[in-house]
C-alpha cells in the first residue's frame, strides 16, 4: 500500500484566538496547523520544529514579542532563507508594510479573511519557496558539474607533474584544501589584504598549478633519493620561475584571472617572510598573501607526506617544526591562523581523498552564495517577479482581455493565459508575423498595420488604439486593441516593442452598459435608483417646460411585520413584486424608482384628472402575496401647487405621506400647502371610488 503524503506543516501566529481558529478551519482541510498565541510562542515553535514548517502566517501587533521582532528573530537564525512569512493584518501604514518586508516578509493578508484569497495566496507562497528550494538544489548540482568540469584539466595537467615527480598523487589535492582552510581562517582573522569569500575558490585551484615548473626539471633531479647537491639544487630551484613562464607564455586564457593568480604563486611560492627564499629574494608583505598561503600549505603536506629522499614525519611532530622556523620563516598572522586550527588539518586531508566536491560541498556552496548580496538581491527580485507574474495571470483573468508582450529581439508574443485560451494559440509564439496560427485569426493587412502604428510611436507618445477583426472561435469580432510601445534609453531610443490588451467592441460595450445599468438601477428591485431618478425628472421637467408633473412617495404599510414574521428573505420577495406591479402599472414615459427600503418613487406627467391616476395606481398595487396583505400609504405632490424644483416636490410628498401615516394608513393624500386636516382629500381605502 502506497505511503501516505506527509502534510505541511503551517505556523498561526495570532494573539486572538479567533483569528487563529478561522485560519484553521481554512486550511486544516490541506495542512498541519501548529498555532501560537504570541512571538515568544511562535520563536518556541520555529526552533522545536526547526526546518519543518512550510510557511508561517504571521501577525504584527502582538504582546510580549510582535511579529517584526519574530521577524528579527528569523533573520539572526536563518530561518528566513527557508520559511517564508505571510503577515496577517489589518494595519495599512506603509511605514509598517515597508518594515516587513525588508525584513524578509513575503506577502501580507489582511482582515477579515476572505477563504479564496487566503488559501491562493498560501498556495501561491509555498509553492514559490518550494521551487526555489529546488532551484537551489539545481544550482547545487550545477555547481557540482562545472567544478568538475573545471577542475578535470588542471589535475589532468598537475597529476602529470606529480607523475613526473614520483610523488604520492596526492598532493595537489592536498594543496587545494589546505590553501582553502587558511584562507578561509585568515579572512575570519583580518580584512587587511583585500580578500573576498569568493577569491577563495579561485586561489585554491590556482595553487594546483603550483609546481607546473617541475615538468621542465629534469627526472634524475626530481627522483633523487639523496641529498641534491648544490647545482642539482640550483636547477631545482628554477622551476618557480619556470612555472611562471609557462603559464606566461600561454597563447589563450593568459589574462584570465585563475591564470594570473597561478603565475604569482608559481613564481613565489618558496618566498620566505624573513627574505630567504627565492627566485627573488621577497621580504614580509612584499610576497602576495597568496603565494604565502600556498607555501605554508606545500611545507606543510611536504613533511607530512612520503617522499624520494624521506619517510612522512607525524603530523605533530610537523606542526613543530613549522613553528620553530626549521622550514623558513612565514608570516606571524598566518602561523598564528595555522597553529590554531593544527588540530583540524588531520581532518581535513583525511577525508579530502573522497571526492573533493561531493553534494554536500556543492550544496553548502550554493547556500553560501545565496547569501552572498548579490545572488540575495537576484533571488528576491525573482520571488517579487514570480509574485507579480501570479498576481499578473489573476487580474488578466478576471479582466477578461487578451493581454500581451510583444518583443522585437527576439520577436515574440507572450499571452495571458486566458488570452491565449480564447484566441486558441499558444501562450508564447516566436516569430509571431511568421506565424501561421495568428495568421489564421487576423488578417495580414491588419497585423502589419499595427505593428506600423507602433513602430511610429516616439517615447513621448507612445500608446496605440487599433480597432480590427479577430477570429474568436469562428466568429468575426471586432476588436479593439490598445498597446504601449517600449523604448530603451539610449540616444536615440531603439524600438523594443509593446504591451498591451485587446478587448471584444461588443462585449465592451456591454460591459459598459451592465456597469450603466448598475450606477442606475436598485440591484434588488431593478428599478432606478433615487439618485438617478432625480436626474430623469429634473432633466424631464427642463425639456417640458409646460407639462405638468406629479411626483408619488409610497412605502409599505406593515413591512416590518413581514421581516419579522416571515424573514428578510420574504420582505425581499414583496419589495420585488410591488417593483413588479410598479412596471406594469405605469406608462412608458413615467418615471419609477426605489427610493430605499421599503419606499418608491414614481414621477407623473399628467394634463387633467390626475386623481383619477394616482386611484388606478394605488388600487393595482395593493392586494395580497403569499398570504400577506399588502397595504400601501402614498404621499402626492403637483408642479402646480409646489412647483418644479425637485428638492421641493420631494419634500412636499414627503409631508403628505407622513401626514397620512400620522392619521390612519392605507391610502393616498395630496400634499395641500395649508396641510389643515379640514380640507384634505384623504380617501381611505375603504371609502376611495
Not at 502506497?2 to 484553521?24: G, T
Not at 521577524?71 to 528566513?80: A, D, G, K, R, V
Not at 582573522?189 to 585554491?204: E, F, N, R
Not at 517600449?486 to 516593442?497: A, I, L, V
Request: charged content about 25%.
Amino acid at each position: 500500500m502506497e505511503q501516505r503524503r506527509k502534510r505541511q506543516k503551517i505556523l498561526i501566529v495570532d494573539d486572538a484566538e479567533m483569528n487563529r481558529a478561522i485560519l484553521s478551519v481554512m486550511l486544516a482541510k490541506d495542512y498541519e496547523i501548529i498555532e501560537a498565541e504570541d512571538g515568544v510562542r511562535a520563536v518556541a515553535e520555529l526552533k522545536k520544529h526547526e526546518g519543518e514548517f512550510s510557511l508561517v502566517l504571521l501577525d504584527i501587533v502582538m504582546p510580549q514579542m510582535d511579529g517584526f521582532s519574530v521577524l528579527e528573530e528569523m533573520n539572526s537564525q536563518h530561518w528566513i532563507e527557508d520559511v517564508p512569512v505571510i503577515m496577517i493584518s489589518s494595519e495599512s501604514d506603509s511605514a509598517n508594510i515597508e518594515r516587513a518586508y525588508k525584513l524578509g516578509c513575503t506577502d501580507f493578508i489582511g482582515r477579515p479573511f476572505d477563504e479564496m484569497i487566503v488559501q491562493r495566496r498560501v498556495v501561491n507562497t509555498i509553492l514559490l519557496y518550494t521551487k526555489q528550494k529546488h532551484l537551489t538544489e539545481q544550482l547545487a548540482q550545477q555547481i557540482q558539474k562545472t567544478e568538475r568540469q573545471n577542475t578535470l584539466m588542471v589535475d589532468v595537467l598537475s597529476h602529470i607533474v606529480e607523475f613526473h615527480n614520483g610523488e604520492s598523487g596526492t598532493h595537489v589535492l592536498h594543496i587545494r584544501v589546505l590553501t582553502e582552510l587558511l584562507l578561509r581562517v585568515l579572512l575570519e582573522k583580518t580584512d587587511q589584504y583585500g580578500l573576498a569569500l569568493d577569491d577563495v575558490p579561485m586561489i585554491s585551484m590556482a595553487a594546483t598549478l603550483h609546481d607546473i615548473g617541475k615538468i621542465a626539471i629534469p627526472e634524475h633531479i626530481l627522483n633523487k633519493p639523496g641529498r641534491l647537491t648544490e647545482e642539482e639544487f640550483d636547477i631545482m630551484k628554477t622551476h618557480a620561475a619556470e612555472g611562471a613562464r609557462i603559464l606566461e607564455g600561454m597563447p589563450m586564457h593568459r589574462d584570465e584571472p585563475l591564470m594570473q593568480m597561478a603565475r604569482v604563486i608559481c613564481r613565489w611560492h618558496h618566498e620566505r617572510w624573513d627574505g630567504r627564499g627565492y627566485p627573488d629574494g621577497l621580504r614580509g608583505d612584499e610576497i602576495p598573501i597568496a603565494a604565502q598561503v600556498v607555501a605554508l600549505a606545500d611545507v606543510y603536506d611536504a613533511l607530512t607526506s612520503e617522499r624520494v629522499y624521506k619517510p612522512p614525519f607525524p603530523h605533530e611532530r610537523a606542526v613543530e617544526m613549522i613553528r620553530g622556523g626549521e622550514c623558513g620563516a612565514f608570516n606571524p598572522l598566518l602561523l598564528e591562523c595555522f597553529e590554531e586550527n593544527a588540530g583540524k588539518l588531520r581532518t581535513e586531508l583525511q577525508s579530502a581523498i573522497r571526492e573533493y566536491i561531493s553534494p554536500q560541498d556543492s550544496h553548502r556552496l550554493a547556500q553560501e552564495m545565496s547569501r552572498q548580496d548579490y545572488v540575495t538581491a537576484s533571488d528576491r527580485t525573482l520571488r517579487l517577479l514570480e509574485h507579480e507574474r501570479m498576481k499578473y495571470s489573476f487580474f488578466a483573468a478576471m479582466s477578461q482581455e487578451i493581454q500581451f508582450e510583444y518583443t522585437v529581439d527576439p520577436p515574440m508574443v507572450t499571452i495571458s493565459a486566458w488570452g491565449a485560451k480564447r484566441l486558441g494559440l499558444d501562450e508564447v509564439l516566436m516569430d509571431p508575423r511568421g506565424c501561421a496560427a495568428v495568421h489564421t485569426i487576423m488578417r495580414d493587412t491588419d497585423l502589419e498595420e499595427l505593428a506600423a502604428e507602433l513602430r511610429a510611436t516616439t517615447p513621448e507618445q507612445p500608446v496605440v488604439q487599433f480597432d480590427c477583426r479577430l477570429k474568436l472561435q469562428d466568429e468575426a469580432r471586432w476588436t479593439r486593441f490598445i498597446a504601449r510601445a517600449t523604448w530603451t534609453d539610449d540616444e536615440p531610443p531603439k524600438y523594443m516593442g509593446a504591451i498591451g490588451k485587446a478587448t471584444d467592441i461588443h462585449e465592451m460595450r456591454l460591459r459598459m452598459s451592465n456597469l450603466e445599468q448598475m450606477a442606475s438601477h436598485d440591484a434588488l428591485c431593478n428599478l432606478y435608483n433615487l439618485a438617478f431618478a432625480r436626474r430623469l425628472v429634473e432633466q424631464r421637467m427642463a425639456e417640458r417646460q409646460v407639462s405638468r408633473f406629479a411626483l408619488i412617495i409610497f412605502d409599505l404599510d406593515h413591512f416590518k411585520a413581514a421581516n419579522d414574521t416571515y424573514g428578510h428573505l420574504f420582505g425581499n420577495d414583496v419589495l420585488v413584486h410591488i417593483a413588479d406591479k410598479l412596471r406594469a402599472n405605469v406608462r412608458g414615459d413615467d418615471i419609477a424608482a426605489r427610493a430605499g427600503g421599503d419606499e418608491f418613487l414614481v414621477s407623473l406627467e399628467y394634463r387633467e384628472n390626475i386623481n383619477l391616476a394616482v386611484q388606478r395606481l394605488f388600487r393595482a398595487l395593493t392586494g395580497e402575496f403569499r398570504g400577506f396583505t399588502i397595504s400601501i400609504s402614498m404621499g402626492v405632490a403637483l408642479t402646480d401647487t409646489v412647483g418644479r424644483d425637485f428638492d421641493a416636490l420631494f419634500h412636499a410628498a414627503d409631508q403628505a405621506l407622513y401626514t397620512l401615516k400620522h392619521g390612519t394608513r392605507g391610502g393616498y393624500r395630496f400634499y395641500d400647502s395649508e396641510m389643515q386636516s379640514a380640507l384634505s382629500e384623504i380617501t381611505p381605502i375603504e371609502s376611495s371610488t
